[in-house]
């Protein structure tokens, strides 16, 4: 993988007769999107456009859409989608083409993880204004946008580190979080789109009646501050008190 | 303290009797510029203009500037610019406003320390176009801006935690830090304005000729992995190789 500096594009060229086979068997590629930061040149600093973290992803999304382009037909998820721009990258293109969204980058910005380790991940969380733009999507009952939890179990050494091992634990507690932002802004009516049904679509996973379902109640769970033992888990919003819970039909 | 929404600029009108006489007394006032970010409204958010820790200090420089304004002979300092904003505000003001400058926000940006809790201070470090400017600064002979450490020495069970202590310890090697930034842009010759001469001529701090004087060295020093037992402290770039070393004379 080689960046074109003058397009901004990174050149996946030797990866094209992949692309193409996947777009042929209908395999679906799925992209961590983000150009990763190096450290920027004396010119890059000068013009001001140097790679951060803050916009390694937006630095990603001329090749989002230039891949797109060149193969139409192939399925692509932009993974965990955390600026108000990949939003609108993943709108632009055409149907084959979605994002998913954390349950944290629904609650986190850039302050949530300045000073805390367990709300450190890659791509890290935004500004307010981003945020904002995930809410919409995720609960705009538009279909290209659905739940990819991206939940990164590192046991708590790995996070309380010389270098913080990028990643939130939500697993357990998945669907409460989403729950919650949901309600929030009254739009329960389009969590099951959102957490069940659009990602099953664009996988083209049949449902089945035998699998059961999960319902969402309303009652208060506290989350454990530690999952395992003796170098554990720290879930997020650890020790919080949670508005929702789950029971499995 | 309280924000005044219109203008943007913080109301310190209680404290302006002490100012008054602070100015009357020749007391310099020395400030922390940064509006504590509060989680945003959603008014903020859809105005795009929530404070965060990014933006913290931009939004205090209104601040400054009225202060000046209002006091003109007060002696003021702005601790730590840490953005290209807040050295083109103390550039804005008269000579009775100066700016310090620390050791690690000559090296440091925002990919510094997410993920790396030794670099995480407040100000956070900013962008590498922040850091352009904070090294122009620092070396343009400039005497409205010369080095203030702010060196923090937290023990590394306060920087290894669940909220991680803010501040970076450089004090051991801060010679050492700043010498090796201006030799890299061949600005030695500027090296003791900054670090020994401005701040005296500010405070209006007398040289003795009993004070001794300190020469910087051409010889490889390794910095400490560790300083004290047994929660010790983490040096700024622990366990690299120093360019420079410290005499006293």
Redesign the interface.
Known sequence: MTTNSDSGVLSYEQYYPVFKAMEEHDLILNLHGEVP?AP?TDQ???K?N?T???TAEKSFLPTLLDLHKRFPKLRIILEHCTTAAAIDAVLACGPTVAGTITAHHLYL???S??????N?CKP?AK???D??ALMSAATSGNPKFFLGSDSAPHPQSRK?????A?GVFTQPYVMQYVTEVFNRVGRLDRLAGFCAEFGRAFYRVETSAEEGEIVMIRRVVTVKDVIGEPDGV?PFRAGERLEWDVIWK
């Open positions: 930061p920027p890059d600093i000068a001001q140097a951060t973290v803050l910005t850039i302050d993880w300045a000073g805390d380790p367990f450190f890290v500004f307010p204004s945020r904002l309380l580190a010389k270098k913080t990028a720290v």
